[in-house]
């Protein structure tokens, strides 16, 4: 059974930092693109970074390009997403993802994504 949990998520103020982990079970990691996606109550998941299986490529949302960077530990079957500069627009439930699809390139698109984290809330005062 392929298991991603999430953590790291908490209450924050404005300009804050965290940093969320994925931790993953019952898969290849390497084999798998993994991302981070946000959904804010009433709104549609929005894509937010995603890291190839060797790390060597990244990609970002725009609204979080230079706050947040994503990255892996293939030995720890992990991947983090560090958060600073952090806005109230920034709030949101995170989900990690796994795309063991894919082959060429990273999805901004849920769909390639077959597996799936509970989330974690992140929530940014203003």
């Known amino acids: 059974q392929v298991q991603l949990i999430e953590s790291g998520g908490g209450l924050v103020q404005t300009g804050g930092t965290l940093r969320l982990s994925c931790a993953a079970s019952g898969l290849t990691f390497t084999r798998f693109r993994m991302g981070w996606f946000r959904q804010a109550p009433g709104l549609e998941r929005e894509f937010v970074a995603a890291i190839s299986r060797s790390a060597g490529g990244i990609e970002y949302a725009d609204s979080v390009k230079g706050r947040f960077t994503i990255s892996r530990d293939n030995s720890r079957d992990t991947v983090f997403l560090h958060m600073r500069s952090l806005k109230p627009e920034d709030t949101a439930v995170y989900y990690c993802?796994?795309?063991?699809?894919?082959?060429?390139?990273?999805?901004?698109?849920?769909?390639?994504?077959?597996?799936w984290g509970q989330g974690t809330q992140v929530t940014v005062s203003s």
């Open positions: 993802a796994a795309d063991g699809t894919t082959n060429w390139g990273l999805s901004r698109s849920p769909g390639p994504y077959e597996y």
